[in-house]
């Protein structure tokens, strides 16, 4: 009676074992997948700080533009707005004037 129970606690052991082994090799896939998202989260970071970067130079460079527009139409005080829009205003009518001129020319 004692092999057969020495035979059965071998069975239970060996089965643990296997359980154990295949307990391990499902962890060291976890860690390889923690890994892997730990590793695109730090590049799409960088992605993102090289993005905002990007803008925030891209930001400052528009007003530099538009503060050097602003002097070259004569805003430089601020309030003379009007003047831009009046600048806007004649050079789409212009366009358009323009393109109903082209078009009875040659239509």
Request: hydrophobic letters at 40%; aromatic letters at 12%.
């Amino acid at each position: 009676m004692s092999s057969s129970r020495d035979r059965v606690e071998d069975t239970y052991e060996a089965q643990n074992d296997q359980r154990l082994d295949e307990l391990h090799a499902k962890v060291r896939t976890l860690r390889g997948v923690t890994t892997d998202i730990h590793d695109d989260v730090e590049r799409q970071n960088l992605m993102l700080d090289d993005t905002g970067n990007a803008f925030t130079s891209f930001g400052t460079s528009l007003a530099s533009s538009s503060q050097r527009a602003a002097h070259a139409f004569g805003l430089g005080g601020g309030v003379k707005q009007w003047r831009l829009i009046l600048y806007c205003l004649l050079f789409l009518v212009g366009l358009w004037l323009a393109w109903k001129i082209i078009r009875y020319w040659w239509f």
